[in-house]
Structures are given as C-alpha cells and as structure tokens.
C-alpha cells in the first residue's frame, strides 16, 4: 500500500525522503519502503519501451537532486589512472610501435595528441572490430608514451567519497539489472523452438527468431544506454557496479525471485532451459535422444556424437586412435570423426552454472551474438581491476559456449568481431592471461574449442590411397572455412601465445601438444587437387582462398608464436618435444593415408602444415638452440618418406607453369602462385625447400638426383639419342619441365635462407630480389618482403635494421613529374653495386609470383650493365657466391658430387652441343650452374666410401670417382643408348670389315656406357631400405622394373645402339663455347695465361664457360693441361658422318636467322621513321617550326588560300562553303577567372572554427556588383555593351590543332554512336576523341574560306592621317551587317554558336533585364572572345613579356572563333545615335532638352569597360578588317583607357593633394604639347570631376588615414601605366592573333614600352634617354581637354547617384593576380583532424565521406544522400556553382582528390606523400602525410591551363550521385 503512495508523489521528493530514511542509523523502514517502491517501479510485466521506470530509477539513484549534477558530482571523484575510451569499427585510432608492449596496443586520438611520439614509428588506422583506448596501462604500453592525463597518477589527490553519495545506487542498481536480465531471459527464443524440427522451415525460423532479438534488445536500448552512462561517471560508479555484478549473495538472493512471485519463477525456468543447452557436452539424458543441439549446421550429417572431455586424463596415446567404428560409411558423405581428447579436467565444457549477474549478463550477451551496446557496456568497465579478473573468467568460461554460438550464427563477421572486440582487451595482457592459464584452463579449452569447432566439417582424406585411406581432413568447401568463422578463436590462441610464460606453459604440457598436433594434421592434405586428364573442368572451385588462409592462420601463425619463444639453448627440451610429437604425428598420417614410398600421380596438395611444423622447428633448433641436427632426424626409411610430398609440390609447380594443369582451370595457377607469394612464403615454400635440403643432405645423392628427374618426368629426355620417347609429357612440356628441374635444383643446392644465413642476411637477400624485380615503394617493399615470425603483428624484427637495410642497398628516387605523365611515387631503386655483387636471379626465381618478374629482372639487369659499360650484349643470369653452409648441411655438398648429377650434365652438354630437340639456353644456364656450384663446394674427404659394387645396371663406369674436379676430363668414349627405329642413329652402314676395326668395336661394346635413372633410384632405394632393416640384400627387385611399361600401340620399337662420343664434360664445353662464339677455335692453347678474370662476373654463356674453365683449371693441374691439349689441336674437330645433315641445318639455321634479322631490322627503322615523321606533324606542341601553319593568320600563309589536312579522309584543301573544314575543339565552361584575387599570395584552408575564408574580393564577386550597380542607373542596353561576362562560367575553348571536314565528323560520330566499347565520354552530348592525337573533343569549329586576293593591301602599313581613318572607321560602322548567304559553312556556324550556348549555364548567359534579348546576346558573343583573350594571358603569365607565341597559343583557334562571333554578331548593328564611337572621337553638343526623358541615361564612357569596347568595335566591323583601322580604334581607346585611369587615379588623392595637382597642372595647359602631359590633363579631370560636388565628397578624414605616402609624378607614371597595361596586352595579342603580328619578349620594366610600339602608339624605338612616358602615346584628333570635359561632364550630370556608388564605377581597377587553388598545411593531420569529425553545414551531421573544395573550401557531403537537391549530390552542385561544372575536391578520409568536369569524374590521385614519397590513398597506412608542393602546383596548373580532360585518362560518368 505505501508503494502505491509513493508513487502518486512526486519523484524528487520522494527520493529526497527515502534518501534520509536511508541514512539514518536504524533504516530498516526506509530499505523496506525502497524496496516494495522498486517491486512496483522495476516490474518486469511492464513493457520495457516504458521509460516511466527509468525515470524513476535515475531520480532515486540521483537521490533527490538533478541527474545531471549527480553525475557531475560522481565525476569529480574519479580515481581512474586508465583511459579506457571503448570504441566501436570505423572509429579512427592510433597505434605506436615505438611505446607498445603489446602489438595490439592503441591509442584514442585525444590521448595520442597529448602524449609526445615525435618520431615514433606510428600510425592512424581505421578499427576494425573497435578497441578500446590503452593509455594509463603499463601492461600494455610504456609509461613514456601515456598523454599528459593519465601520466599524473590522478588517484592519489582525489578525496574520498562520501558514504551518502552512492547509498542510493548500491540499494537500487542490483534490481535494475535483475530487471534487465528478466527481460532478456523473457525475450529470448531459441531458434528451433516450438516448431517441427523440419529442415523446411530452418530458415525462416533462424530469420523470425533472429528479428525477434533485435525487437527486443531494441526495446531495452535506454536502459542498456543508462548503464553505459554509470560506467562514464568514473572510478567511483565502477566500483559499485562491480560490486553488485560480482556478488554472488545478491545473486543467489534476487536471480530465482521469491517464491510467491509466479511470473520469477516462469522467468527463472526460461532460462534453466536456455541454460542447457550451453555446454558442449549435453546433460546426459539429452545424449540418447535429441542430438540437435550438438550437431553443429543444420547438415546434421551422419556420424558420431562428439564427445570431449570424457576420457581419463594423461592417455596422450589415446588421440592416435583417429578412427572410430563407422569406417564403413560411404565415402564422400560427410564424416565425423570420434576424439577421444585427453583433456584434464572434464568439467572445462560442461553446461555453465553461473554464480553472479555478470556471469548470466555475459551469457545473455552471448545469445543475443553480442549486441553493440552490451559489448561497450561490458568493456568499459575494465578500467575496474577487480571487474577485470572477474570478467576474463568468466569470459573463459563461456568460451565453448562463444563457440558454439558464433558457429550457428547467420551474422558471423559481425559477430567475430565483436568477439575480439572484447578478447583482444583481455588476452594482451600478460599477467591476466597467466593468471587465467593457471586458474582457469584457458590453453586447454582453446584447444579443445578449435578441436571441437574444425570436427563439424571433417571428411575423408582422398590422397594417396583413395578407398582406404583412414586420414580425415577438414572440408574447404564448408561454411565455416570459407567464412574464416574460426578466426576470432584462432586470434585469441595466437594473442595468447606470444606471452612467453603462456607459451611455456603449453610447450611444457605434453598432452595438449599432442592434441595441438591433431588438430594440425586435420589440416594436412586438405584441399587436394587432382590433375584433370581429359576435359576441361566445369565448375573451378575457390576453395583454394579457405584452404590456404585455415593453413596461414590457424596453422603456421601459432608456430611462429612459439617459435619466438625457442630462441635459446635452455629452451631446448621444448623444441625437441615439438619436433618429437611431429614426426609421431606424420608417422600417423603416412599411416592413415597408407603411403609406401611412390606419390600417387597426377594428385597434388599445397598443405602439409605437420611437414612445416618440423621444418621450422629443426630449423631454429640448429640456428639458436645449438642441437645437433641427426639427434633430431628420423631414420632413413622415414626421411625418404617426407621428402616425397613436398618434393611433389615443387615438380608440380613447375607442371602447372608448363601448362599441364591448364584443364584445372585458372584456380591452379593461383594456388601456385599463393604458395609462394611473399604473405605466404616462409610459412610454405620455404619450409617445403628447407626440408629437402634436410633430405637430401642426410640421404643417398643417387637416390635424390634421380628421384628429383623422375618426379619431373624428363627421365626419358635424358638420353643421349637425338630422339626418345616420353610416356609421361608431350613434347613442348619436356623443354619447361627439363628447366624446371634443373633450376629446383640449383636451387637446392644454393639457397641458404635457413642453411647459415643470419637474420640481416636473410633480409638483404629479400630485399635485393624484390628491387631487382622493379623499382618498389616503400610500403610495397615492406609488404612483399616476408615478415618472420607472426605477420600479424605488423613488426619485422628489428625492424630499425629494415631502415638501414634498405639505405645501404638502395637508393631513393623521388616522385618525378611529367607535366602530362602519371603521378609518380617515390621509388626505391638498387644501387649499382648491388647490382653489380648482389643480384641472384635465384633468389629471384623463388620470390617471383609471376613469371614475367623473372624477365623484368633480367632486363633490369642487362640495362644496368650496358648503362655502365659491362656488357653490351645480352647477359646470362650471373652466378652469385653463397654464404658458407652450416656444418650440419655439408651433407647437402654432395648433391653436387654424384655420378648420377655427372651423367646428366655430361648428357646434356652433349645433346646440347649436337641441337637435339627441346635444348635451349635456359638449360644450359642451369648446367653451368650446377658444375660452377660443384666448382666452389669440394667434397673434403676424397676417399671413396662404398666400393663399387658389381651389378649389371650400376652405372659407375662411367666416371671413376665422385668428385666433379676429376670427372670433368674423363673421356667417355661409347654409349649404348635405345632408339627408336627412325631415329637417324639406327640407318648407317655396317662397320667397314678390317679386323682392327671389328675388333675395337667388339670392345667398345663391352666399354659402352649405360644409363638408367629409374633403376639406379630403385637399386638405391632398396640399399638405403636394407641397410636400415639390416637384412640380407636378397630383396632385389625384379629386374623388369627398370624397363618401363610400354601402352599397346606405341609407335616404333626401340632397338639398342652404340655411339660414338669420345668426348669428356671439358671438351663439350670448349665445343660449346666454340658453338657460342660462333668462332672455330675461339679459344687458343694459351688463353688461360691471358685471361683476365675480373671481367668474368657479368657476360653471357661464353663468360659463364670461362669463367668455369678457368676455375676448374685454377684447382687442378690435370685440368689445365687437358684444356690445353683440347684448344691445342687447333684443327676442329671433325664431327662424325651421321652429323653432317644436321650440321649443314644448323648451319642453314644460322644463316635464315641471321636474314630474319636484318630483315626485322629494315621493318623496324621504317616504321621508326613513319613513326617519327607522324610525331611531327601530329604534336605541333613541341617544335616551334609548326608555328605559321598553326597561326592562320601568319603572312607567308596568307598569300594564297588556306590549305587543310583533314585527319580523317586525309586530303588537303581549302575550306569552301559548300565542304568547310573544321578545327577540332573543346568548348568548356570555366570560372578560373573569377576565382582571381588581388593578392598573389593564396588563400589559407581554414583548419579552426575561427578561420574562414571570404569570396567578396574575387573577380567574378566584382563584376558582377559592378553590373549590377550599372543596370540600376542606366540603361540596360547600354550596360551591356559596357561590361564584359565570362569571369564565372565563360566558354573557353581550346583546339589539338587538327582539322577535319565537317561532312566527315558527322560520319565519325556516327561511327563513334554505333560502337558498342565504353567509351570514357558522352558521344549523344557531341562529345569524341580526335581521330590522330585522341584529344578529348567536343564540337568543330568551322574555318573560313581563306581569301588570299585582299591580304597583301589588308595589311599595308598607311600614312593616311588619324583622323582620316577615324571617318573611315566611322564610315565602316555605318555600313551593314551582310547577311550571308546560307551555305553549309553559316550553318555551321550557327551551329557552333549553339554549341557554344550551351556549354555553360543559364545563368552565367542571362544577365539583362529581358533574358534572351539581342541585347544579351550581343553581350554574351563578345563576352565569349573576352573570356579566351583573358584566359590565354593568364596562361602566359599574366603579361606579354615573353613574347613569341608560347605554347598555349600555338594550341589557339582565337582566329577562328573571331570570325565565327563575328560572322554571329554581324547581325546586331549598333544604332548610331548610340555609337560610343562618336562619343570617342568627335565633341557633340550635349543634348539638354533629352535630360527629361522617361529613359534612364547611358552609361558614361568614364564607366566603361575599354577592352569590351575594343572587342566590339572589332566583332562588328566588316571583316577583313584593315591592319590600319584597327590600329584607329586602339588609338582612340588609349585615349579613353588614359583619361579613365586619371579619374581613378584623382580619386586617391587626399583633398589637399588633389588642390596641388590640379594648380600646378593648370599651369601646363598653356605649353605646347600640354594634350599629351598627364599633369595638365590630371588638372584638367579633377576640376571637371569637381563641378559637382558629389563625386569627391567620400569621408574625407578616411581617406587621408589611408593615404599616408605622397604621390611623386614617378608613382603616378607608373600607376596610369599599371592601370593601362591590361588594355595594352589584350589589345596586342588581339592584333597577333587577327594580324599574325610577332609578339616580342622584353623584361617586364619594358612592357608597356613594348606593347605600346607594337600597337603603333608609338614611333618605333624611342631614345633611351627619355623614360617612356605613358602620356606621350594619346592621339586625339580632336581637342583632348574638350572631349575629356565632355566625359567628365558624363559623369557630374549624373543626380541620382550617391558619391559611393558612382566611385566605384569610376575607380575600376583591372589588375587581378594569377588563379590559385588554396594553400593546404603541410602536415594532412592538420586537415583530418579538423575535418573527419566536422558537421556539414546544410545538414548539421557528420558526413560519412567528407570532402572540401580546394578552389573555394567549401565543405561538402560526397555522396551524401541528406544533401542532394533535385537528384543531384552536393559535391556536383558545388562543381555547378563554383566552377561551372569543374570542380576539385579534396575527400577528407582517403586523402585524394577527385576532379568534376561535367557529367564526369576521375580520381586525381593524392598531393599529400609519406616521408618515402608515396601516397596512401584511404588512409590505410595511416602514417604521417605531407603535403608535395610539386604535385599540387601540377594540380593547380592543370587546373588554370584547363586540361584535366587531356591529362587525366581514367573518366567515368558520375550520374549525379557524388
């Protein structure tokens, strides 16, 4: 009842009271009052959407006071030392390698940039998983890396709570979460529940039960939300929390509800059965029936129950048992196979009994797969030690049951991800996770778990012996693999491992390693690929990605964990346990997939992780631990069984290269290529090579040489007939498998990766190979060379030695520019005595992924060595000198010393010297290899072990002894060899019948050398089996074993033959070297003495024979004498008769290759000089001799008609108006002029809140105000001949040069329309690429029939007087506009003139009162010539002083457009009464009746725009116009320019000033020349400006604050002549483009002189005495003071204008500075960091790809949805609006720029570079960026010369949606 009262109160008051209840010594009412109040509030029949309870929750915990100040109050009690910021994925952090302990170590930004890691190795990244911040924590970081909070250890100076502060939270908190763990046991429902258990439904049921999940926790969101509030009020709130989550009395007390309470205890039995279903091992009486549950994916396959943790402890022999009874099943179906683990403590994966609400909290977490918020919740307690502990217990225990749960999952990747979230904050830490290992059995249940998790998706293993094989291994092809769903768990054993007491701790435990090795061999042999012989197969399975990522992670990242571990002698005993428990292991596996001693054909796997295990571990055992390798090796019988799979790898390799796989489809040749790529490779290849080496040094050599021949299956080719037959390989397979046998084992017998090698070595070594390949970046570098041990961490050992390493053998090259080229990155490149010592095209052939890196070695190599003079031709991989083996290889030195090896050299000099078939130059290479390796490594003891043994097939006569020095001169005279009857060696004639003849023959037959490699291997095999089963060696296999198995129907018999050879190894190699030099006798008897044998290193084939005859002779004298008597009989050596056919081919040979040659030769140098002579006339950029015939108006030219190359149809001729010929042009709109400013310096990016930048000063801002000032006052036909448009969005437009004929292009875009390719461009918006130079294109611009008559007097200077041509111009004016007469060349070009419309927008056109009048026409038309005038004097920078026609101009078609706009504006004529020409020239009585007109006035000529005047004068006149009135109207606009610029110039006078000037100018009107000194006309302004009282009566006390400098006539001179500059320039390159007038180059001091004198307002060359004098260029034909008193009194007459506004008209100033781009910090964090979290001002949020306009810094959503109008995305709006449709944006998280042009886009690349000069394009480095000046001057220049559309190749379209 006093609930109910207390409820009806308010909840402040209420709490307040309960709060002093509580307080009070007896509180037993109080507690019982709080406690019927919380029954009533925390009821959890109540819908938990109600937030009612929570309301009240937060005022009784607040006890009264406000929520807010509670906190606030809790808050400065916070004793916490750690950060703990919880994070979830996507939050960008930062990790520093130089401050972490542990690898998985990060940093929130805020703590980052408050501690000091200047110079640390870090970096930024994106979370994945989410983390959590580790500052404060040195367990896991170092102290000095902790920001500055968390550095202070803040606990000690905080006061201690008071006892009230937290009463109410202890007493309410705990019912709380009761309530919400009762509305979680309420909501959940198992999936599968309450329907049929009919697979049918599965589905649906897993999709409804799972939205009924997310229904709930939705509902629950506030409270959880509230929970995490209390863990971010600090150390204090924590404390309570963890109290109350870790008591296990309350628990008890509260978790089953009272009895009388029905609905608790409903609620409690929910979760009992949700209970049981938790463990692995069910509750016994569910084992008989329902099986569900365990049976893991709804497959619920056949097969055992697995049982774990039910054996009796301590029985490691138990797990061998693999196999359980059902072996009977059908093969194929899946298969579960029974463990019997020997786990110690069965209870590890019983059902869960939880004790405390965080257990059952984490439980319900785990159903409901980790929801986001209860993940945060729980981890942003940890900060709490005592929670910590607690936590990762119980976290341990529910391990299996994470398991389990993670594997039925259908939201797997977000689940894994959440799991590591939490795992990863646990497991770093090396005390908690000892700590844990001890107490909790956390190594056992990893093991456990990952045993039990691969189980569900065992099948039967197929290698080897398919039926009966008993080996089981995991599917690749499952779910559960595929998904990499066993990864969080792998990562977590990973992360545990590398704490060396956890390590020790499972080296130490015998039985779990044997499990641990169990697991490993389900993954040996998985994958198994079986060579299709027939057709091609239909479906190429994937698999192989699961495959090799299961054996990277879940295999050989643990290994290299615990190999860390073994890094010194008194680790010993771990590693030969590991190495122990391996071989055991394989011994079972052979056994299981019941291997003999053959591999089963044509069947390859890439996974034998148990074969690497043991590999690695002998490896660091001989390297670091100092064991004696044969104490750790296995008898002979075994070793040669592991040598055999992976021995089969690599002959499998060199298979699928040769193309024998290819019916397996692509899928082979990228398992090929895993395997030995650089994330891989030491974890494979590696191994796999360093094993055999183990093998081969411990085995019989004879038996390995033979068994590595025979698995390449070029037994058969190692005959010395010219032909045989190969059952095994077709013929073009024989070369490449020959190569690739030969070069394994070179590369056997040379590689000493783990033979003595040290670690820098090894490093070196990398390196080396991956630069030789190509010149590499950085992060390339560091990502291809392999990281040695545990990738994950992102530390290579030493990784400081990976600087240096990287300095001494190479040398950087920063990012180059090619104007025009792609965007380079800073390259590291070999130096050149790497090249020169280091280069090992071994190393080389082992690390390539693509055989093609082999030959850009190769080729990289050659041109080094022609660069520095070396060799010229074309060189042979160079042998490299190897570091001295360790003493436990040596064994492996006598590889090089066997008869077997010395045989098959000497057969393939022989066959190589004769030109059998399939011999080629790689081969040879190899050969000399491997006797140069046998050169450099003698065998140290001489003496023969083994007497030769008598047996008919031991082939040791051949040679006498082992060692190669003495073979090579011994002369092998007969070979018996079988042949095919049709080989050449069978047809010749019986011996000639002279006794000594026969009766040598009859002895050759007896000393006739043999040669089988198959029976040599079996007698070998046999011996090495005998001798280790000492038995008696009566088991002499058949002897029909040698013989092969003949098909039926094979082609002809083979017949035994003798040859003839008496030859020895060093006499082939002479003959060889004779073959090369293509010399007879190339070597003289003396050569030896002569040689000079420091040119040996680098050559080709005949330096490599040198090089080995001059080693060999250097170590024997025999030898030396040999090769002199051979090179002595200088006669050559006659070949044998059955030679000559052959010889007289080879012969032939030469000499059609020699012609083929020559005959490539010629083709080649034609084709250069077409080349050449196309590169000429099509790129007229670079060759200034192209320049008349581009500049169409140059004089030679013009003396007869015009002649055009069409680049389609390819004929020449005249552009007439029935077929005109066009220019090829790009029309674009562009605002690069209105974004000019005053100042030259660039504006700042803001990078603060309180910088900003503002656009009022622009050029564009300007005129525009200045227009729209204009149209107020006067009128507007009149404005808008005063003004030009065009500064934002004008048309500019720009030619390739090439002309084409019209009728041409139709059919070309025709064409274009029809062809199907995506093309980078629009064809329907007109757009195409240039048919020559592939220019981007979008429209044509007509030519005009040239008219070669007029141009001589069109151009004749005249001496008619000034105001003679004034009449004439005047005259002309009057004249009107012809219309032409239509023909296909005006409809051209008013088709053109539409193009050119519509290019830009609307409103960049219309900007007259009557949109789409003449009059707006007009001033658009004129506007677009302005606009290029403008745009090209920019391009060249700003002025004329360079002169001559730059490059831009060579690109010109300003010629063209005039006459096009011309033709167009032809059709306005200007009303004479209005003519500005008058009003130029001639004094009118002014007209004052006309004042009281309704019509506004016009606009005075003081206003007007000079250059636009010109523009129209010029565009109106009939055309052509005569050089001389062209000339006129210059003039007579000076004279306006001038008077213009007094005007503005008197208007910065202070008063005082202007008095002065005009006194003392008032006394010059009298001299002579007084029109032409600006002192008198400067008088004469300012006292006609003066009349009316307003134009000068600005604020006269701000004027002079301004002006502080005194104006010297100096200054004003130079001022009127800034001021008249502008008009000068666009006035004289006016007259170069309509004129071809030379532009010359002067300093810049000199260019108004030079302008001034090249427009003819001056006489040529005046003296040099006299300083120009800008006043002396005024020509008035009338009196000047008059004409300036009639402009003036423009001015005055004006009433209705305030002084303000008519100033601003008056003072116009036209110097702008050049465009630029914003100027962007150096360092991009600067950027980031202000700008990734930044809201978009349109829609308040922080977009998810922000991104800023570099032209005007505006700050954009890309792609943004919540910014889009009308369909169209922010980031193409803003291109609209700021650039007319080109915009250059800079995206914020990936730090590239993206450029708009149009409906296009294409990414930029990036203008911010590492400190090794390359980009990181979305960040994913995440290392400090810098910003390169080059690129972006690049960017900018492209920006202003307009050419990303040439420049950048990579367009696509971008519908509107950036």
């Not at 990155?825 to 190393?843: C, H, L, N, R, S």
Request: aromatic residues 8%.
């Amino acid at each position: 009842m006093m609930a109910a009262s207390l409820l009806r109160r308010d909840k402040k008051a209420t709490a307040t009271h309960l709060k002093a209840d509580l307080n009070r010594t007896d509180n037993s009412s109080g507690v019982r009052q709080l406690q019927e109040l919380l029954d009533a509030v925390l009821n959890p029949e109540i819908s938990a959407a109600d937030t009612e309870a929570l309301d009240w929750c937060k005022c009784l915990i607040a006890g009264g006071e406000g929520f807010e100040e509670f906190c606030k109050t809790v808050r400065s009690y916070d004793n916490a030392t750690l950060c703990g910021l919880v994070w979830t994925a996507n939050f960008v952090a930062y990790r520093c390698r130089t401050c972490g302990i542990s690898p998985c170590m990060s940093l929130c930004a805020e703590c980052f940039n408050n501690g000091d890691h200047t110079g640390h190795d870090f970096n930024m990244f994106r979370s994945q998983a989410g983390g959590a911040c580790d500052c404060g924590d040195s367990n896991v970081m170092r102290e000095s890396g902790f920001c500055r909070r968390h550095r202070l250890r803040t606990g000690e100076n905080i006061p201690s709570i008071p006892r009230d502060l937290l009463l109410m939270s202890e007493m309410v908190l705990p019912r709380f979460i009761l309530c919400i763990i009762q509305y979680l046991r309420d909501g959940y429902i198992e999936p599968g529940e309450n329907t049929p258990d009919n697979h049918v439904f599965t589905l649906q049921r897993y999709t409804s039960s799972e939205r009924d999940l997310q229904k709930v926790l939705q509902q629950l969101d506030p409270q959880i939300s509230f929970l995490e509030e209390l863990t971010k009020m600090g150390g204090a709130m924590r404390t309570v929390l963890t109290k109350i989550l870790t008591n296990q009395q309350t628990f008890k007390e509260l978790s089953m509800g009272q009895e009388e309470n029905l609905y608790a205890k409903k609620n409690y039995d929910k979760y009992l059965s949700a209970l049981k279903n938790s463990g692995l091992v069910p509750v016994e009486e569910k084992a008989q029936g329902a099986t569900a549950d365990v049976t893991v994916g709804a497959e619920g396959g056949a097969g055992a129950m697995v049982v774990l943790g039910s054996s009796a402890p301590g029985s490691p022999d138990e797990s061998n048992k693999e196999e359980d009874q059902d072996a009977g099943q059908s093969v194929g179906q899946r298969k579960r196979v029974k463990l019997s683990s020997s786990t110690k403590d069965p209870c590890i994966i019983e059902s869960l009994k939880h004790k405390c609400f965080l257990e059952e909290l984490l439980f319900w977490t785990i159903k409901y797969e980790f929801p986001q918020k209860m993940v945060t919740f729980l981890l942003n307690m940890l900060p709490d030690q005592d929670y910590k502990i607690t936590f990762t217990k119980t976290f341990v225990q529910h391990y299996a049951f994470i398991m389990k749960t993670l594997m039925k999952s259908h939201e797997s990747d977000t689940m894994s991800n959440r799991i590591v979230h939490i795992s990863v904050q646990l497991f770093s830490n090396e005390e908690l996770a000892r700590h844990v290992t001890e107490e909790c059995q956390l190594l056992d249940i990893m093991v456990t778990v990952l045993l039990y998790m691969m189980e569900s998706c065992l099948i039967k293993s197929e290698l080897q012996d398919e039926e009966n094989s008993r080996h089981v291994v995991v599917n690749c092809s499952e779910a559960l693999l595929k998904n990499n769903t066993y990864w969080p768990l792998v990562s977590d054993f990973i992360n545990i491992l590398s704490h060396q007491s956890v390590a020790k701790k499972f080296l130490e435990d015998h039985s779990l390693l044997m499990l641990w090795m169990s697991f490993v061999s389900f993954f040996q042999g998985m994958n198994l690929n079986k060579r299709e012989l027939n057709e091609h197969v239909e479906f190429e399975s994937q698999t192989y990605y699961a495959a090799f990522a299961a054996e990277l992670e879940a295999c050989a990242q643990p290994m290299w964990g615990l190999l860390t571990h073994c890094k010194v002698k008194e680790t010993q005993e771990y590693t030969k346990t590991v190495v122990r428990y391996c071989l055991e292991t394989l011994q079972i596996w052979f056994d299981a997939i019941g291997f003999v001693d053959e591999p089963a054909p044509n069947q390859v796997t890439f996974h034998l992780p148990l074969h690497r295990y043991y590999a690695m571990f002998l490896s660091k055992a001989v390297k670091c631990q100092g064991l004696d390798l044969d104490s750790l090796l296995p008898d002979q019988e075994m070793l040669m069984k592991i040598m055999v799979h992976p021995l089969q790898i690599q002959a499998c390799l060199s298979e699928i290269h040769s193309n024998m796989w290819v019916r397996n489809g692509l899928q082979i040749k990228g398992q090929a290529m895993t395997y030995v790529q650089s994330h891989f490779c030491n974890s494979m290849i590696d191994p796999d090579i360093y094993l055999l080496q183990v093998c081969a040094s411990r085995l019989d050599p004879d038996y390995f040489i033979s068994s590595v021949f025979e698995r390449f299956k070029v037994v058969d080719l190692l005959t010395m007939a010219s032909q045989h037959q190969n059952a095994v390989l077709d013929s073009e397979q024989e070369r490449p498998m020959l190569e690739g046998a030969l070069t394994f084992l070179v590369i056997l017998t040379s590689l000493r990766t783990h033979l003595g090698m040290t670690d820098d070595e090894i490093l070196r070594a990398e390196m080396v190979s991956q630069l030789c390949m190509n010149d590499r970046t950085h992060s390339a570098l560091l990502d291809l060379i392999p990281e040695n041990p545990n990738p994950k961490s992102g530390i290579v050992p030493g990784s400081c030695s990976f600087e240096e390493m990287l300095s001494a053998v190479a040398d950087f090259k920063a990012p180059v520019f090619e104007p025009g080229g792609s965007m380079q990155q800073g390259m590291y490149t070999p130096k050149a005595e790497v090249w020169e010592k280091e280069f090992d095209p071994i190393m080389v052939v082992l690390r390539t992924v693509y055989r093609r890196d082999v030959q850009s070695a190769m080729d990289r190599y050659s041109a080094f060595l022609k660069q520095s003079g070396i060799h010229t031709g074309n060189p042979w991989p160079p042998y490299k000198e190897r570091t001295p083996l360790h003493p436990c290889y040596k064994g492996l030195i006598k590889l090089l010393h066997c008869k077997t090896l010395h045989i098959v050299i000497f057969t393939l000099l022989y066959k190589i010297w004769m030109d059998h078939q399939n011999m080629s130059e790689h081969v040879l290479c190899m050969v000399l290899y491997l006797i140069e390796l046998g050169l450099d490594n003698q065998v140290q003891d001489s003496k023969e072990d083994e007497e030769p043994c008598i047996e008919e097939h031991c082939h040791d006569s051949w040679f006498p002894g082992i060692n190669l020095l003495s073979n090579l001169h011994h002369v092998i005279n007969f070979v018996r060899v079988r042949v095919p009857e049709t080989a050449p060696e069978v047809k010749r004639e019986p011996p000639p019948s002279t006794s000594t003849e026969a009766s040598s023959y009859g002895q050759n037959l007896r000393e006739a050398q043999v040669f089988s490699l198959v029976a040599e291997r079996r007698r070998k095999f046999q011996e090495i089996i005998n001798r280790s089963n000492t038995e008696a060696a009566q088991v002499v296999r058949p002897k029909s074993s040698s013989t092969r198995w003949v098909p039926p129907g094979t082609p002809p018999q083979l017949v035994t033959e003798i040859l003839e050879i008496r030859e020895s190894m060093l006499s082939l190699l002479i003959k060889l070297h004779q073959k090369l030099s293509s010399k007879q006798n190339s070597l003289s008897a003396s050569w030896l003495e002569d040689m000079d044998t420091s040119r040996h290193t680098h050559g080709d084939g005949i330096t490599a024979i040198e090089r080995i005859l001059t080693k060999a002779a250097t170590r024997s004298c025999q030898i030396k004498r040999s090769i002199q008597d051979i090179c002595g009989k200088a006669c050559p050596p006659v070949p044998p008769k059955k030679n000559s056919p052959s010889d007289k081919k080879t012969m032939d040979k030469e000499e059609r290759r020699q012609r083929a040659r020559e005959r490539q030769q010629k083709l080649l140098a034609e084709f250069a000089s077409r080349q050449k002579s196309f590169m000429e006339t099509a790129m007229d950029v670079e060759s200034p001799d192209t320049e008349a015939a581009m500049d169409l108006g140059a004089s030679e030219v013009m003396e007869s008609e015009v002649l055009y190359d069409c680049v389609i149809c390819g004929q020449s001729g005249p552009s007439t108006e029935d077929r005109p010929t066009g220019l090829v042009v790009l029309l674009q709109a562009s605002s690069v002029l209105g974004h000019r400013c005053r100042s030259k310096e660039p504006k700042n990016l803001p990078t603060s809140d309180e910088e900003h930048i503002y656009a009022a000063d622009t050029c564009g801002v300007a005129n525009d105000v200045r227009l729209t000032l204009m149209q107020r006052f006067f009128k507007d036909s009149s404005c808008l001949q005063s003004v030009s448009i065009g500064w934002d969005g004008g048309v500019y437009v720009q030619t390739c040069g090439h002309t084409l004929h019209i009728d041409c292009h139709k059919s070309y875009m025709e064409s274009l329309r029809n062809d199907q390719v995506l093309q980078g461009f629009s064809v329907d918006k007109g757009e195409f690429t240039c048919p020559l130079c592939r220019q981007f294109a979008n429209s044509v611009l007509p030519c005009r029939p040239g008219r070669g008559t007029e141009a001589g007097a069109w151009r004749t200077p005249t001496n008619k007087k000034t105001y003679v041509l004034v009449k004439e111009v005047e005259d002309l004016q009057e004249k009107l506009g012809h219309f032409p007469t239509e023909s296909n060349l005006s409809k051209e070009m008013e088709l053109v003139i539409k193009d050119i419309k519509n290019t830009t927008q609307k409103k960049y056109m219309d900007y007259g009162k009557n949109p789409g009048s003449p009059d707006n026409d007009f001033l658009f038309m004129y506007s677009v010539a302005r606009t290029n005038l403008e745009l090209e004097l920019v391009h060249r920078g700003g002025n004329l002083c360079s002169g001559g026609a730059s490059a831009a101009a060579k690109r010109s078609c300003l010629n063209q457009l005039f006459h096009v706009l011309a033709m167009h504006m032809r059709l306005y004529s200007i009303d004479s009464a209005y003519n500005p020409w008058t009003k130029l020239t001639q004094v009118t009585q002014s007209k004052e009746a006309d004042g009281f007109d309704e019509e506004r006035p016009e606009v005075p000529m003081l206003f007007r725009d000079v250059p636009s005047l010109l523009i129209i004068f010029v565009l109106t006149m009939p055309q052509p116009l005569r050089k001389e009135h062209f000339n006129c109207v210059v003039k007579m606009l000076y004279n306006l320019q001038f008077a213009q610029a007094l005007a503005a110039l008197s208007s910065k006078f202070s008063p005082e000033e202007r008095q002065a000037w005009s006194t003392s100018g008032a006394l010059k009107k009298s001299a002579a020349n007084a029109e032409k000194s600006f002192e008198a006309l400067l008088s004469h302004i300012i006292s006609e400006l003066s009349k009316d009282k307003s134009v000068y009566k600005v604020n006269a006390d701000e004027t002079s604050m301004l002006i502080s400098s005194v104006w010297s006539p100096q200054s004003i001179e130079f001022s009127l002549q800034q001021f008249c500059l502008p008009f000068l320039r666009l006035s004289c390159l006016l007259q170069h483009h309509l004129y071809g007038d030379n532009l010359t180059s002067c300093l810049e001091e000199e260019e108004f002189l030079s302008l001034a004198v090249c427009l003819g307002l001056l006489p040529s060359a005046p003296q040099l005495s006299n300083v120009v004098n800008s006043a002396s260029c005024l020509k008035w034909t009338v009196s000047g003071f008059d004409l300036v008193t009639q402009w003036c009194a423009e001015v005055t007459g004006l009433s209705q204008m305030q002084t303000e506004q008519s100033l601003t008209l008056l003072v116009q100033d036209p110097q702008w500075a050049a465009p630029r781009l914003l100027q962007l910090p150096d360092n991009y964090n600067i950027i980031f960091q202000y700008y990734h979290r930044k809201a978009c001002t349109a829609c308040k949020k922080v977009p998810k790809d922000p991104a800023l306009c570099l032209v005007c810094g505006a700050f954009v959503c890309l792609k943004g949805v919540c910014c889009k109008q009308q369909g169209i995305c922010e980031c193409v709006l803003h291109s609209q609006h700021c650039g007319a449709a080109t915009g250059i944006f800079l995206l914020i998280n990936a730090s590239v720029i993206i450029i708009i042009r149009g409906h296009r886009f294409c990414l930029w690349g990036s203008v911010y570079l590492d400190a090794h000069g390359e980009e990181d394009r979305d960040l994913r480095r995440g290392k400090p960026l810098f910003l390169c000046e080059e690129r972006y001057r690049v960017l900018e220049q492209q920006w202003v010369s307009h050419t990303f559309d040439h420049i950048n190749k990579r367009w696509g379209p971008h519908y509107n949606g950036l």
